[in-house]
């Protein structure tokens, strides 16, 4: 397995020159752009990592799996789907063209920025601070590690620049999607996608997916096994955005990319996988990243079609 990471990341860096690293929220545009990361973790308590796996990044939409999580466990499933679709989409991540025009007024799915601000809403807790921490937790125990902090420039540079996801969240109140304070709400989101982490943290956070919703390394159910299921569902589905299907031929596992360039890859019953790779195409997905998972995929036979 290790020759083969070192073989996956040599042949795939060349692909970080033919993407550009997100410059919409302006403390991101400081991500090294050469960087490729990748880390894999396994239920026997292996784990393999090649690359820049030691690069530091914001979590950014991987986030928006744990919050889907959390508001399914919190809210149950007949709440959160009347308020957020679970159809894939295939217009931008932070398009807002569906909203009006579909009769209900709800985003199309969890993952794309209007579904994730309606999901960030349903979680419990009185206010931002509670969600917040609710779904903190989560990725923490997810990831074994309690050292998971938000990175505070780029929160602050999310939230000094969010004002598409404030005008779509503002559209969602007066449509009564969302039912909370709205700046609370954006918030929340802000700093949840704005949490530092490493391609370690969010392969052990896949290979709890992976494992049906029990952490491999305790035994402890941390998701119950239908939310797991639904989660999994939607990442192979909507993970990727409007690249979704193109990523489910070519990799065929469930997952989940950020602007932060990270994607989360969930193998069922064998693996979680994390790569790193801050240089974007222009839907948003890491370019080095796709293309190492690719690779990956079919060396190793992954693809679950
Ligand atoms: O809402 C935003 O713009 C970001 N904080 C998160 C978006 C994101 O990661 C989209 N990913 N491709």
């Known amino acids: 397995m290790q020759e083969l990471l070192e073989t996956v990341i040599e042949n795939n860096r060349i692909w970080t020159k033919e993407g550009k690293v997100a410059t919409y929220i302006p403390e991101l545009a400081k991500a090294?752009?050469?960087?490729?990361?990748?880390?894999?973790?396994?239920?026997?308590?292996?784990?393999?990592?090649?690359?820049d796996y030691e690069t530091k990044f914001t979590i950014q939409s991987v986030s928006k799996v744990i919050t889907l999580i959390c508001a399914l466990i919190d809210r149950g499933k007949e709440k959160v789907f009347s308020k957020v679709g679970s159809e894939?989409?295939?217009?931008?991540?932070?398009?807002?063209?569906?909203?009006?025009?579909?009769?209900?007024?709800?985003?199309?799915?969890?993952?794309?920025?209007?579904?994730a601000i309606v999901t960030t809403s349903l979680v419990s807790g009185d206010n931002g601070i509670e969600k917040f921490d609710r779904v903190h937790a989560m990725m923490k125990k997810m990831a074994d590690n309690d050292a998971i902090q938000v990175n505070y420039d780029v929160y602050k540079s999310e939230k000094l620049t969010g004002n598409t996801n404030r005008a779509i969240a503002y559209y969602l109140k007066g449509a009564e999607v969302i039912e909370r304070d709205v700046e609370d709400v954006l918030d929340t989101y802000f700093k949840l996608c704005s949490i530092e982490v490493t391609v370690k943290d969010v392969s052990m956070m896949a290979s709890v997916i992976a494992n049906g919703g029990?952490?491999?390394?305790?035994?402890?159910?941390?998701?119950?096994?239908?939310?797991?299921?639904?989660?999994?569902?939607?990442?192979?589905?909507c993970g990727l955005y409007n690249a979704s299907g193109e990523y489910a031929v070519k990799i065929g596992v469930p997952s989940k990319s950020g602007v932060g360039g990270c994607i989360m890859a969930v193998v069922p019953k064998k693996m979680g996988i994390a790569v790193v790779g801050p240089a974007l195409d222009e839907r948003g997905n890491s370019v080095a990243g796709t293309k190492a998972l690719e690779e990956l995929s079919q060396k190793l036979e992954l693809s679950i079609f």
């Open 88 to 115: 894939p989409s295939s217009d931008s991540f932070n398009s807002m063209v569906k909203l009006e025009t579909r009769d209900s007024h709800t985003p199309l799915n969890p993952f794309i920025n209007a579904g």
């Open 32 to 51: 090294n752009p050469d960087a490729l990361g990748i880390y894999i973790v396994d239920f026997q308590g292996n784990s393999f990592y090649e690359g």
């Open 214 to 237: 029990v952490a491999p390394w305790s035994n402890e159910r941390l998701i119950p096994k239908d939310v797991n299921q639904i989660a999994q569902a939607i990442m192979m589905t």
